[in-house]
């Protein structure tokens, strides 16, 4: 077996699709579906989306310099497809899709509320790239749903069902593989004896007690 050699383009899969809300809560608001995104910075948080000059989007986006970033569940599938196929220019995708917009706590944009996750930006720039141009947000909030948080206050973001977007198609995420450092995490053999345990990792259990 061979490999098919194609021409350069944008083959990286799976990405997130996002529903980045933008206008103003008060008067025009607009949703547009967004897979070229993603965090580009950790501290202060930073964030792009890619967006064609020919969208709605794209003035209102330039205009305010702000969005807002819905995340998708599988409940919100169905809308955030409508959403990348259909107009504001044309249709009120908020009522269409019967979705609430909800006041932001630092930006005039709406939130989505029937997404888990809410993230206002503010552009701080515009990077012309060809077909699209890049607005690169600070993220000024986050809005969580209280439904996935637990008494602890810890928020179980992958019980509200994420959804990716793959070469066409929109995904679940399917089953847990591990969890962030596992590849290298010690593996807990409870049903070996403790001898064997300690031959194994060639590490002394006395030691190991006193912190060395
Ligand atoms: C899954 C999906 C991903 C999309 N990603 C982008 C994107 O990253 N950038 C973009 O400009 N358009 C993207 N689109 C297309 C826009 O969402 C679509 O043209 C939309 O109708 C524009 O809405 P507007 O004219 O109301 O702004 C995507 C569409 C779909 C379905």
Redesign the pocket.
């Known amino acids: 077996m061979g490999k098919s050699v194609w021409k350069p383009g944008t083959v990286i899969y799976p990405v997130p699709?996002v529903m980045v809300s933008c206008g103003d809560i008060e008067g025009e608001k607009?949703i547009?579906?967004?897979?070229?995104t993603g965090t580009i910075n950790t501290n202060p948080p930073m964030t792009y989306v890619?967006?064609?000059p020919e969208?709605?989007?794209y003035e209102i986006i330039k205009k305010t310099g702000e969005f807002v970033i819905n995340l998708v569940t599988e409940n919100l599938a169905y809308a955030c497809?409508f959403?990348?196929?259909?107009?504001?220019?044309d249709v009120d995708k908020f009522s269409e899709m019967k979705l609430t917009p909800f006041k932001g706590n630092v930006v005039s944009a709406p939130l989505i509320y029937e997404s888990p996750v809410n993230i206002e930006c503010k552009v701080k720039e515009i990077v012309k790239l060809g077909s699209?141009d890049m607005f690169i947000g600070e993220v000024v909030s986050v809005s969580v749903s209280d439904e996935y948080m637990d008494e602890t206050g810890k928020f179980h973001f992958n019980k509200s069902k994420p959804i990716c977007?793959s070469h066409g198609g929109y995904f679940g995420l399917g089953k847990q593989l591990g969890t962030f450092g596992y590849s290298v995490k010690k593996q807990k053999d409870e049903n070996k004896p403790k001898k064997e345990r300690w031959r194994k990792t060639g590490r002394k259990t006395k030691n190991k007690k006193e912190g060395k």
């Open positions: 699709a607009n547009i579906t967004v897979a070229w890619s967006i064609r969208r709605h989007s497809d959403c990348g196929v259909r107009s504001g220019k699209h977007y």
